[in-house]
């Protein structure tokens, strides 16, 4: 080997060494988020954090719906047939008050928990970038070790044609120098 090849092998063993330091890294990481969130999914959120979600939670759910779709036919229901002394006459002014009041208040939550989840869904996105871009620098180099591989068998095989042909060549001149003794 000269110094070119041994430069050239010492790098790939020291490319290759940091690729693998670099997997395990990733992988040490990856796995202790996954431990992390197993172990408690709401640690490191603050208590309006916890309040945002679990309110998102329940309004978004078929159970909400369902529970105050009764509520509001039973309360128009009470009110129109005058089963119980009317409390909101027809055009329900104090029901549309209630829920515009519960609109006031759980749009804010909601909304604190959507820019959570924004910011929870960025950086996952991130992360996705940054895996995207160490695997497309190991492809790289991977290309970069074919290319190597190829060209050093080509080159391999150009000796190998030229010393068959130089053989080759020898071969004819000995046949030749052969017929001349013979013939002579």
Do not use: C
């Amino acid at each position: 080997m000269n110094a070119i090849e041994q430069a050239v092998h010492f790098l790939d063993e020291a490319e290759e060494a940091l690729l693998h330091d670099m997997r395990l890294l990733r992988r040490a990481e990856r796995i202790r988020a996954v431990a992390r969130a197993k172990a408690d999914p709401d640690a490191g959120l603050t208590t309006g954090q916890k309040i945002a979600d679990t309110v998102a939670s329940t309004m978004g759910s078929w159970r909400f719906i369902i529970i105050q779709s009764v509520l509001l036919a039973a309360w128009i229901v009470l009110n129109v047939t005058a089963f119980v002394e009317k409390w909101d006459l027809y055009p329900f002014i104090l029901l549309n008050l209630a829920l515009s009041f519960q609109a006031a208040y759980a749009a804010p939550f909601i909304m604190m928990s959507q820019n959570r989840q924004q910011d929870i869904d960025r950086k996952a996105a991130e992360s996705d970038y940054k895996i995207n871009i160490k695997a497309e620098l190991e492809i790289e180099l991977l290309h970069q070790k074919i290319d190597q591989l190829r060209e050093s068998e080509v080159l391999n095989l150009s000796k190998a044609v030229a010393e068959l042909t130089h053989l080759l060549h020898e071969t004819k001149d000995e046949l030749a120098a052969l017929r001349n003794a013979r013939g002579a």
